[in-house]
């Protein structure tokens, strides 16, 4: 069988954020598309419907609610310390990076708005950096949370897309896994490949891949958003740079198995250029799912900064490798031990106030706009999503005395970690509570983040010895390696047009969210400054969408 029905406008491959932000912009300008998508429609949303919805704002009036003050001046500066551009194939990152900067600190939130977008009042502060003003890391809180999370975020851009398919402007064909973009005399045409068997499947769960039939089908653009690789971990493994030390053997997924990277070697063999493929993030804070909804299944702690984070045999972490402050300067640091796994130990006081577990299903008062439920961060006790991790999941030690959490890591860990080295840190940090004054980083870093209202109130307990027993139980997490996003991608120009290794604008194919970098084909440069991921979707699929439906 094979489809060569109506010719849309345009053709658009992935049906995640990116995907569907450029559709709506194609709708809203009295245009026709065809979204593609391998995976079943209880899917229709991808990575993003997953996610906790953070967004980067620069200048907002949640910050400035919350004493930040924040400036388009200061992002920048974050933003280029932190990316480290430093390669001839910068260019359009960088470029993109300008764009983004200020779209963030401009129409974004009035964008997002004027779509039904609300935010949580306290502002987030990831990637908190730690070395200096001019280097990696957030300056302020810039991570705004979505009321509703990812699902929220997505919202909008969903009800446009429906409305299309209603109106006969839009067609949502799922099962369908492209193989080939079509080109004809320099241009991309079209896109052919396989219709893939029904399957029920629900959302993340993997689907079958028998072949039903075959498609082809024609449009003036094509519009690549079909993600990155961080599902595919051999491709993960194959693009690992050297700068991050050797692969890691285990490893947890961050995303469903069908973000796989495929399309990406599509577009390649199509005429595009891939650049800053060994550009990546992944998460050091992963933790096995107790209720795994796809393969190797891990969810990421989002942690405050009071942990005390040892390597797997037992040995501090250096300054400022502290939780929340540097993702990929610690991963860097781990791969090195040798080991593929580390540990936080903690209190359950600082359980019950830091510990936030990334993601829309495990947020859900935030997801389902729970107030009565929001409300009760504030109260005793850890959010029942933290606490069900802490009773049934396999990575964490809970125990009432030393040498019981002490005897519980050994078991988990093995002879490799040296539990006297454990407890010599424990006891040297806890001496250094005596005073409101002290030489450890870590204690006058988290002294230093209680003066941010926002962390005081909901993100950052209260300084307290880890062996106090009003603190108690202790607590010891193991923690993996999860993957996560693609940083290089598609490199394309400031209308999101995939361009040739020379260069040149490919007639007719277009590329945005992880599928380019986020834009240009590496937006972030080596790191990201967090909460900026949605973002980089939503702004790459919105100039994608507009170039699109200008031709």
């Known amino acids: 069988m094979t489809e060569n029905v109506r010719r849309d406008d345009a053709i658009i491959v992935g049906a995640g954020l990116a995907g ?56 920048r500066q974050d933003w280029f310390g932190t990316a480290g551009f430093d390669r001839e194939e910068d260019t359009w990152p960088r470029a993109w990076a300008e764009a983004y900067l200020d779209f963030a600190a401009g129409e974004k939130r ?49 009800r446009r897309v429906r409305q299309g398919v209603d109106d006969g402007t839009a067609r949502i064909l799922h099962r369908r896994r492209v193989t080939e973009l079509i080109v004809e005399s320099g241009a991309v045409v079209g896109a052919r490949g396989e219709v893939l068997a029904p399957d029920a499947a629900l959302r993340g769960e993997a689907s079958n891949r ?37 692969p890691p053997a285990h490893m947890l997924s961050g995303v469903p198995a069908h973000v796989d990277g495929l399309m990406l070697g599509i577009a390649e063999r199509a005429g595009a250029r891939l650049i800053n493929g060994d550009r990546m993030w992944h998460y050091v804070e992963g933790i096995e799912n107790w209720s795994p909804v796809w393969q190797r299944h891990g969810i990421r702690i989002l942690p405050g900064p009071s942990s005390l984070w040892l390597d797997a045999t ?15 300067g610690t991963l860097e640091h781990l791969r090195r031990t040798g080991h593929d796994h580390s540990w936080f130990v903690l209190t359950q006081k600082i359980i019950e106030k830091e510990f936030a577990l990334s993601g829309s299903e495990q947020n859900p008062d935030l997801t389902n ?12 006790g850890a959010p029942a999503p933290v606490e069900a991790f802490k009773e049934k999941g396999a990575d964490f030690v809970v125990a009432d005395t030393l040498p019981e959490l002490l005897a519980g890591m050994q078991r988990l860990a093995g002879d490799e970690l040296d539990t006297v080295l454990v407890e010599q840190h424990i006891r040297e940090r806890d001496r250094e509570l005596d005073n409101d004054f002290s030489k450890d980083a870590q204690i006058t ?40 996003k693609s940083l290089g991608g598609i490199e ?47 702004f790459s699929g919105r100039i994608a969408g507009r170039a699109v439906a200008a031709l």
């Open 492 to 538: 394309t120009d400031l209308s999101a047009r995939a361009l040739t290794a020379d260069g040149r604008p490919i007639s007719g194919l277009y590329a945005a969210g992880e599928a380019s970098g986020f834009g240009g084909g590496g937006v972030h440069g080596y790191r990201s400054l967090e909460g900026t991921f949605l973002g980089g979707c939503l």
């Open 369 to 380: 706009k729970d107030y009565k439920l929001l409300a009760r961060r504030v109260l005793p």
């Open 445 to 484: 870093a988290l002294r230093g983040a209680r003066n941010y209202r926002g962390d005081k109130l909901i993100r950052v307990a209260s300084p307290h010895k880890l062996l106090d027993e009003k603190a108690g139980p202790l607590i010891a997490v193991k923690l993996h390696i999860l993957t996560r």
């Open 110 to 158: 009035a964008w997002l708005r004027g779509k039904g977008v609300r935010f949580f009042p306290v502002v987030g502060w990831a990637e908190r950096g730690g070395y200096t003003a001019g280097g990696h890391g957030n300056s302020v809180p810039r991570f705004h949370i979505t009321w509703g999370t990812g699902p929220g975020v997505l919202e909008p851009f969903l």
């Open 314 to 328: 037992g040995k501090r972490l250096p300054i400022p490798l502290f939780p929340g402050f540097d993702t990929l």
């Open 20 to 75: 569907l932000v450029a559709a709506a912009e194609v709708l809203d300008a009295g245009k026709t598309v065809t979204i593609l998508e391998q995976e079943p429609a209880a899917s229709l949303g991808g990575q993003a419907w997953w996610s906790f919805g953070g967004l980067f704002l620069v200048g907002s009036p949640e910050q400035r609610r919350m004493g930040i003050r924040d400036s388009a001046e200061l992002a």
């Open 210 to 246: 028998d072949i039903a039939g075959d498609f082809e089908l024609r449009a003036p653009a094509v519009v690549v958003t079909s993600g990155g690789i961080g599902g595919n971990h051999e491709l993960v493994r194959a693009q690992w740079p050297e700068r991050l030390g050797t």
